[in-house]
């Protein structure tokens, strides 16, 4: 056992109903061997009030920092962590002339495992230990991710991209094997430890109908495995998918029409959006993943935050590397705290702003 002393920033847990940030300017953390043998948080709070059912217990005071709970990384790619900072004009080029010459290497379960265990050590460094990953189309680049994730501990959830259209040949899968690969995986790794498996479908433009449809059949059969995808980033691609499906009202619809639309479903980016879309989101209980580093760098537009807060639908930050540029531009929701806020006692609420 061993305690730290110093600024503690923590969350109420979950279902509280005001999600609450706390701030203990001088606080204790005690934490033990948990079950598995990786040290857990034992207690946490003021120290006037903890120290003294900690007595001998070895304490190292660390004055004038902030302990604070690890970031979530909404969205991000981990086959994408050599090609960071990669310039194009716009999504379509950037995914034709760096992400699938890229993501083809993952065919080799070597290379998988070698960027794996870089890319979990990355996220660890940058403060990071909650993820929602896409891996590749290959079913052993998500092997590999989960096995790095497993021996680190980390909290990862991640799926076999869908792809089977509108993809170069080594990334393109098909329709009937990729469905029966996610399957298997999701058996495999879901609710292992602390991993999840996402339902992953690219994005709407690189999947057929009978791809999405039988994503959707999944995502019925085992509601309490994520899905992700992408949505509504550029304008050039929302085009593309009203040509693709144009009986859908939008391309969020389009998800929505196959059933990829319910609660654990997250969509990044979420920035072309009119008022229905928004309400569509809110309806479903599905959240966006908002990307800002990614959205600037490959000049994709803005979240709309009120927009968002007006409906009411959910929403967090995440990275998106490699369209994203830094693994450190995930963030939690920091509290709106006022000075007179910060002793002890539940801080405003953590809406970002
Ligand atoms: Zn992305």
């Known amino acids: 056992m061993k305690a730290y002393r110093a600024a503690i920033l923590r969350f109420a847990a979950d279902g509280d109903p005001h999600r609450c940030a706390i701030y203990d300017e001088d606080g204790l953390l005690v934490v033990a061997p948990g079950a598995s043998g990786v040290p857990a948080v034992h207690a946490v709070g003021p120290y006037r009030e903890l120290a003294a059912r900690f007595p001998g217990v070895e304490t190292e005071h660390l004055a004038g920092r902030i302990i604070a709970p690890g970031f979530v990384d909404l969205h991000i790619h981990y086959p994408q962590t050599n090609m960071i900072g990669a310039p194009a004009e716009g999504l379509l080029p950037w995914l034709e002339h760096y992400t699938f ?37 290959h079913p ?24 089977d259209r509108h993809s170069p040949d080594g990334l393109r899968d098909e329709t009937e094997q990729s469905l029966l690969d996610t399957e298997r995986l999701l058996a495999k790794w879901h609710g292992v430890g602390r991993l999840g498996y996402a ?61 990829l639309l319910r609660e654990r479903a997250i969509y990044a980016h979420c920035i072309h ?35 968002a807060d007006r409906v009411g639908y959910r929403y967090g930050l995440a990275s998106d590397v490699g369209g994203g540029t830094s693994f450190t531009r995930s963030t939690p929701c920091w509290p709106r705290t006022t000075s007179a806020a910060r002793r002890s006692r539940p801080a405003a609420s953590c809406a970002p702003d």
């Open 273 to 307: 959006f009119d008022e229905a879309d928004r309400a569509l989101m809110k309806e479903s209980g599905a959240a966006a993943a908002v990307s800002p580093t990614s959205n600037l760098f490959l000049g994709s537009g803005f979240f709309d935050f009120r927009g």
């Open 101 to 137: 010459p890229e993501e083809k290497r993952f065919a080799a379960s070597e290379y998988s495992a070698q960027v794996a265990s870089f890319f979990i050590a990355e996220l660890l460094r940058n403060g990071v230990t909650s993820a929602l990953a896409f891996a590749t189309s």
């Open 199 to 259: 339902i992953t479908p690219r994005f709407a433009p690189s999947c057929t109908p009978e791809q999405l449809r039988g994503a959707g059949l999944l995502a019925a059969k085992h509601p309490d495995v994520w899905i992700q995808s992408h949505v509504a980033e550029n304008r050039d691609e929302v085009a593309w998918v009203r040509e693709l499906f144009p009986a859908a009202r939008s391309y969020l619809s389009v998800y929505q029409d196959f059933g």
């Open 140 to 163: 052993n680049s998500v092997d590999a991710l989960f096995g790095a994730a497993q021996a680190r501990g980390m909290r990862l959830i991640t799926g076999k991209v869908l792809q």
